[in-house]
């Protein structure tokens, strides 16, 4: 005789597990929001690059610099976020010695004129 034996199925919930999630965790983000591209993508991080214009007082002329920030990011924001997108993060407290913000959301890129 064999005996039925029940499959476990595990369903995966919404909720990450993450502590560092500012959704789902205890993270609380403050102070400074950036916008740029992400260069970079790694497991638990991202690097978003963009252009700030500064004045050289010198010379009454402008100059273009480009900042890099790394950032955390989510484990359920993981597959959301691709190399090439246009990125929101938001300071929240140092996490590790180079990472001091986290990834809020993805932002359509608004074209000045």
């Given at each position: 005789?064999?005996?039925?034996?029940?499959?476990?199925?595990?369903?995966?919930?919404?909720?990450?597990?993450?502590?560092?999630?500012?959704?789902?965790?205890?993270l609380k983000v403050r102070g400074r929001t950036f916008n740029g591209t992400v260069i970079k993508k790694f497991p638990k991080r991202i690097v978003i690059e963009f252009e700030r214009v500064i004045p050289i007082g010198k010379?009454?002329?402008?100059?273009?610099?480009?900042?890099?920030?790394?950032?955390?990011?989510?484990?359920?924001?993981?597959?959301?976020?691709?190399?090439?997108?246009?990125?929101?993060?938001?300071?929240?407290?140092?996490?590790?010695?180079?990472?001091?913000?986290?990834?809020?959301?993805?932002?359509?890129?608004?074209?000045?004129?």
């Amino acid at each position: 005789m064999k005996e039925n034996k029940k499959q476990k199925t595990v369903e995966k919930s919404s909720e990450c597990h993450d502590k560092t999630c500012p959704e789902h965790g205890s993270l609380k983000v403050r102070g400074r929001t950036f916008n740029g591209t992400v260069i970079k993508k790694f497991p638990k991080r991202i690097v978003i690059e963009f252009e700030r214009v500064i004045p050289i007082g010198k010379y009454e002329r402008y100059a273009k610099k480009k900042t890099k920030i790394h950032a955390r990011l989510p484990d359920c924001k993981h597959n959301d976020v691709q190399v090439g997108d246009y990125v929101s993060i938001r300071e929240c407290r140092p996490l590790s010695k180079i990472i001091h913000f986290v990834y809020i959301s993805k932002t359509n890129k608004e074209i000045k004129k």
